[in-house]
């Protein structure tokens, strides 16, 4: 049975730093991209960022580019999302996702995810 399991979340001021992970169990990941996710109250699940299997392909949402950070260790099958200079804004739900087949900044496309993480961040 495949699981994504997310920890790291937590209340942190404004300005601060968290970082998430995913630890993936049931099926290596190894050759598709890994990503994460995000849902605020009253709003949609949005994409913040993804990975290729191998680490050197990254993709961010505009609104976390140069604050935020993806990565990987394949071998421990565990993705990373190193999140700076937090916002009010970022409070959401954070979501793990694997196994695209598609467009990455769409939910649809991806066959695998966690149960989330909240992460909420007061000004």
């Known amino acids: 049975q495949v699981q994504l399991v997310e920890s790291g979340g937590g209340l942190v001021q404004a300005g601060g730093s968290l970082r998430l992970s995913c630890a993936a169990s049931?099926?290596?990941?190894?050759?598709?991209?890994m990503g994460w996710f995000r849902q605020a109250p009253r709003k949609g699940r949005e994409f913040v960022a993804a990975?290729?299997?191998?680490?050197?392909?990254?993709f961010y949402a505009d609104s976390v580019k140069a604050r935020f950070t993806i990565s990987r260790d394949s071998a421990l099958n565990t993705v990373y999302l190193q999140m700076n200079s937090l916002k009010p804004e970022d409070t959401a739900v954070y979501y793990c996702?694997?196994?695209?087949?598609?467009?990455?900044?769409?939910?649809?496309?991806?066959?695998?995810w966690g149960r989330g993480t909240q992460v909420t961040v007061s000004s």
């Open positions: 996702a694997a196994e695209n087949e598609g467009v990455l900044t769409t939910t649809a496309t991806w066959g695998y």
């Open positions: 049931g099926r290596t990941f190894r050759r598709s991209f």
């Open positions: 990975i290729s299997w191998s680490g050197e392909i990254t």
